[in-house]
């Protein structure tokens, strides 16, 4: 290795072993840290790299400098393996898909094309504009009776529900992006699922203008999940909730549903960014940094499969369809 690669090497090997000190000591009361477990494991890649390097060359001094990083990486990586489980007849079962539009970059005839082709039960939008849910809204009039859509012109703030089974209750939770709940009937003999399509606002980023603050996506999550505790009924947060697994609100929202793609996921499950939006022939590649996209279930809800979907019609998000199903002898 070259002396500038030396060196620029262990300055990365410092920081990031820092980091995962940091984090274990302080959590995200740290800003730098709360950064860094936003960018998600990408952040942390580098690590498991330099630690092969070193480990082949025998440099013993760097290897012990970079073994922490990537260890770290190692128990962090949430690889899921688990099998699709078996879904058969007698459970009740139905299909939902979520997907971060990005406003005016998704291309609403490659979207209507990805909806027709996946043919989800349950579809949740976020950062629809109202072109799009125009577009949308009359291509489904039939396959999707039951709709609850809001937008704000050709803003990010609009969200939408498009559902095959009838729609009531539906309430706007006011955020910075907005969040949208609605109440899904027909889909249990004995009662109803509630379906959230949730856009909590991003932590960082020009959008804010406040530079990485994520006490602004954790207090609109404690409205989400002060909401989602009064439901009598099973329930379903789905959209893009923009954290990483890394960071505490994650945890936080693992401490009270499940995530579907730990219980029935393969691989990274990573959803962005979509290269796409810069040319279409990047679009659909392995490329991916983090996980922002998920879906989460109460009990009463079972994850039966899950997976990304290549096709991100334009956004910089890739859209998450999962088969859901009712616990055998409850639908």
């Given at each position: 290795?070259?002396?500038?690669?030396?060196?620029?090497?262990?300055?990365?090997?410092?920081?990031?072993?820092?980091?995962?000190?940091?984090?274990?000591?302080?959590?995200?009361?740290?800003?730098?840290?709360?950064?860094?477990?936003?960018?998600?494991?990408?952040?942390?890649?580098?690590?498991?790299?330099?630690?092969?390097?070193?480990?082949?060359?025998?440099?013993?001094?760097?290897?012990?400098?970079?073994?922490?990083?990537?260890?770290?990486?190692?128990?962090?990586?949430?690889?899921?393996?688990q099998e699709a489980r078996p879904f058969t007849p007698d459970r009740a079962g139905f299909s939902l898909l979520t997907f971060n539009l990005q406003g005016r970059a998704v291309k609403s005839d490659r979207l209507i094309a990805l909806m027709r082709e996946q043919r989800a039960d349950i579809v949740c939008l976020q950062e629809l504009t109202a072109s799009a849910a125009s577009a949308v809204s009359c291509s489904f009039r039939d396959e999707y009776p039951f709709r609850e859509v809001f937008t704000q012109g050709e803003t990010i703030h609009g969200c939408a529900i498009y559902s095959r089974f009838p729609l009531r209750g539906a309430e706007y939770l006011a955020g910075e992006h907005g969040h949208w709940r609605v109440l899904v009937d027909g889909l249990r003999s004995d009662g109803e699922v509630a379906v959230y399509s949730v856009h909590p606002s991003p932590p960082g980023g020009f959008r804010n203008r406040r530079g990485f603050a994520p006490l602004y996506r954790s207090r609109e999550l404690d409205v989400i999940l002060a909401r989602a505790e009064r439901e009598s009924v099973p329930v379903i947060l789905a959209g893009d909730f923009n954290f990483t697994e890394l960071s505490d609100d994650y945890r936080r929202m693992r401490q009270r549903f499940r995530d579907v793609f730990a219980d029935a996921g393969t691989g990274f499950g990573l959803t962005h960014p979509d290269l796409g939006m810069l040319h279409p022939r990047l679009g659909g590649t392995w490329f991916g940094l983090t996980r922002l996209d998920y879906i989460f279930v109460s009990e009463g809800v079972e994850a039966v499969s899950i997976r990304v979907l290549p096709e991100a019609c334009g956004s910089d998000h890739r859209p998450v369809i999962a088969k859901l199903a009712f616990p055998s002898g409850k639908g």
């Open positions: 290795m070259g002396t500038a690669f030396r060196q620029t090497a262990d300055l990365y090997g410092i920081l990031a072993t820092a980091y995962v000190l940091i984090r274990l000591l302080s959590g995200e009361r740290f800003a730098p840290v709360a950064a860094i477990n936003h960018g998600g494991l990408a952040a942390l890649w580098p690590a498991l790299a330099l630690f092969w390097l070193a480990a082949a060359q025998r440099d013993r001094g760097r290897l012990v400098l970079y073994a922490l990083p990537a260890l770290d990486l190692l128990l962090q990586q949430n690889y899921w393996r």
